[in-house]
């Protein structure tokens, strides 16, 4: 039984912050490319952050850079999403998605069930 287990998403005030985590079970999770999506009402579902396998590497959307930071602790099976400067923009539901690899060639693919985040005064 794969899992990924989201929690931290809900109402937050604009300028303010908000950490997103991911825990992941049944497959192993240091294997695995960590990205949070978001989708908000009416638009294409977007990257907002990456990291590699080993926490070496991380890439974000252009929108997000400076206010984001994704990182991970392979120790506690999770990835986190610190979000800050929070705008009215941003307010999406969040996914969580594992993509695991062997450094050569992809493996699995898993989704979190995704959670909400809403900025709004």
């Known amino acids: 039984q794969v899992q990924l287990v989201e929690s931290g998403g809900g109402l937050v005030q604009p300028g303010g912050s908000l950490r997103l985590s991911c825990v992941g079970s049944?497959?192993?999770?240091?294997?695995?490319?960590m990205t949070w999506y978001r989708q908000a009402p009416g638009k294409e579902r977007e990257l907002v952050a990456r990291?590699?396998?080993?926490?070496?590497?991380?890439t974000y959307a252009d929108s997000v850079k400076g206010r984001f930071t994704i990182s991970r602790d392979n120790a506690k099976n999770t990835v986190y999403l610190r979000m800050g400067s929070l705008k009215h923009e941003d307010k999406a539901v969040y996914y969580c998605?594992?993509?695991?690899?062997?450094?050569?060639?992809?493996?699995?693919?898993?989704w979190g069930q995704g959670t909400q985040v809403t900025v709004s005064s």
């Open positions: 990291i590699t396998r080993a926490g070496d590497s991380t």
């Open positions: 049944g497959f192993t999770f240091s294997s695995a490319r």
């Open positions: 998605n594992a993509r695991t690899s062997t450094g050569i060639s992809w493996g699995y693919d898993y």
